[in-house]
């Protein structure tokens, strides 16, 4: 019972993540694509880069805005799903943004060309492009996704690890192994590895398909 909690938990609170991120990168990724500014490229430059930077900073930094002195501490977030959502969210936006931005300047300028052709309203735009792009950012999605499930570093700062509440298959795998508990650390690594396998192997189905 307590594994299929922690299960649905992680499910829970990485497809949350994920879609709150896949749905702002989307938009901020067609924002960057469709506008010429100054300091764009800087600004895509610094996106790129944090799609490097080390998961335990991004833990840290949501750490220090949750915790009592934090400009987010009275909200009382530190220690709860949501702070790992929070966690997860800023984890994955540098990589769909990335994604997405590389997707649009790959393929967009045929689609830009496309709605001045056919005369396509400004508003409708965003619609094209996801529906025209559907399975290439749905790849990006469940990259996302899988990143999110598999991250440990950060949802153990925020999240505590704390039972019946915050802990998921990631860190609950790191304690349970270094108290001696391999079986149980087996069974969780499985099913975490058969839910990032799965997805993957859909995608190379899907890919193979187009």
Request: glycine residues 8%; hydrophobic residues 55%; charged residues 15%.
């Amino acid at each position: 019972m307590e594994i299929l909690q922690i299960v649905l938990l992680s499910l829970r609170i990485s497809a949350t993540a994920s879609i709150l991120s896949f749905i702002l990168g989307f938009i901020i990724s067609y924002f960057l694509f469709i506008n010429n500014f100054k300091g764009k490229k800087f600004l895509i430059d610094i996106i790129t880069a944090l799609t490097g930077v080390p998961t335990v900073i991004f833990g840290l930094i949501i750490l220090l805005m949750l915790s009592r002195k934090g400009p987010l501490g009275p909200l009382g977030l530190l220690f709860t799903p949501t702070a790992i959502i929070i966690a997860q969210f800023f984890l994955l936006l540098p990589l769909i943004i990335t994604l997405s931005l590389e997707l649009f300047l790959g393929k967009g300028s045929e689609l830009i060309e496309l709605t001045q052709l056919l005369y396509i309203p400004q508003k409708k735009i965003p619609y094209l492009f996801f529906k025209e792009l559907k399975k290439s950012l749905i790849t990006i999605f469940f990259l996302g996704f899988s990143r999110a499930i598999s991250e440990v570093g950060a949802v153990s700062l925020v999240g505590g690890n704390i039972e019946g509440e915050t802990r998921v298959m990631t860190t609950y795998i790191a304690l349970s192994t270094s108290m001696g508990n391999y079986n149980t650390s087996i069974i969780l690594g499985w099913i975490l590895f058969g839910i990032s396998f799965s997805i993957n192997f859909i995608l190379k189905k899907g890919a193979k398909n187009d």
